[in-house]
């Protein structure tokens, strides 16, 4: 069966595999119909996450149908079932683990991140790992991960009605957390230094947006918030500028949620950590909980899933397709591989 392959020298390939056997006691073997690229499988293709196996079959945002079961599997999870999953393992002995966050396991291996994932024609994966969605297209489930991982930094943050949250970058993740706050009952600003993407953090619950690079932060945030700023920061983009501007505008005793991963280590005004008395949260992956809350979300038939899929390319354009996203970074939310 095909399969796509990455490696960190920007090579990118269709390869040969073996089709798995028959799906052993609990497990499930799923024919595999769409695969999201990442920002991470970018990464990996310019030899930026050393995280990944080098090389790799990456791919962990998918839509998949259930070709067969083994013996002991549940019953919601049946031949035919139209399924996406959850791409993460857990150690179950890891200090993260043993206080049941297991999103955040110490040991975690992402599917086409540190062991090979989904970009292939089939995979076979415990049951536990399996998500039905029914009511969902097998292209609309490969969103589902990714917006989850915005969900999720909206948990961390504990955002409820009462609160302005501002969410800073809106890519994927960003418009997860945009969307999950707005249904929460929360005030969401939207900030990001594109104004397409900004209009669709407006479609996708957002109350307010700001352009970082054209307005006053500060004093568009002074307006907004009555002088307090926001009371949840969500930092969605993981450079230095961004982390600095969510200690430095987040309210008194606020919240700020950091999912962006910062490639380099930043200079922070930890007096505000004091005198601000902040929450401070790291928020990683996703767990159960905020899988079922996106697919509810997208059952909903409001989510404008049309403008999140870039493109749709079959696995032999993935080399120049790769190629054409490291040079226009800005310009994709997500490319699904239709297997
Ligand atoms: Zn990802
Ligand atoms: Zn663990």
Not at 27 to 54: H, K, P, Q, W
Not at 73 to 99: D, F, L, M, Q, W
Request: hydrophobic share 40%.
């Amino acid at each position: 069966m095909k399969a796509i392959e990455i490696s960190h020298n920007q090579e990118c390939r269709v390869i040969d595999i073996d089709t798995p056997a028959s799906p052993a006691a609990g497990e499930v073997l799923l024919r595999i119909e769409y695969v999201g690229f990442c920002g991470s499988d970018i990464n990996t293709f310019m030899g930026r996450n050393l995280m990944a196996l080098n090389p790799v079959i990456p791919g962990h945002e998918v839509g998949a149908v259930v070709e067969a079961v083994g013996s002991g599997v549940p019953e919601n999870i049946k031949v035919g079932a139209i399924v996406t999953c959850n791409p993460y393992t857990n150690c179950g002995h890891c200090a993260s683990c043993r206080r049941g966050r297991v999103n955040a396991c110490q040991h975690n291996q992402t599917l086409g991140v540190q062991r090979n994932g989904a970009m292939r024609q089939f995979i076979t994966l415990p049951w536990q790992k399996v998500i039905p969605a029914e009511g969902l297209s097998s292209q609309v489930c490969a969103l589902v991960e990714p917006l989850s991982v915005g969900f999720h930094a909206v948990s961390r943050g504990a955002v409820t009605d009462i609160d302005t949250v501002m969410v800073v970058g809106c890519g994927m993740v960003g418009l997860g957390a945009i969307v999950r706050s707005a249904l929460r009952g929360a005030t969401v600003i939207a900030a990001d230094i594109d104004d397409d993407k900004l209009a669709l953090a407006r479609r996708m619950g957002a109350t307010h947006t700001i352009n970082t690079r054209t307005v006053d932060v500060h004093e568009t945030l002074a307006n907004l918030t009555g002088g307090m700023g926001p009371d949840v920061v969500i930092e969605a983009v993981g450079s230095v500028p961004t982390y600095q501007m969510a200690v430095n505008e987040v309210a008194f005793t606020g919240r700020i949620v950091c999912i962006g991963y910062a490639k380099s280590d930043a200079l922070l005004p930890t007096r505000l950590f004091v005198q601000k008395e902040l929450d401070i949260r790291g928020s990683r992956n996703a767990d159960p909980a905020d899988f079922n809350a996106v697919i509810r979300y997208l059952l909903r038939g409001e989510c404008p899933t049309d403008q999140l899929i870039t493109r749709t390319i079959a696995p032999e354009q993935a080399l120049d397709t790769l190629r054409w996203w490291s040079e226009n970074p800005g310009r994709v939310f997500r490319i699904l591989v239709k297997f």
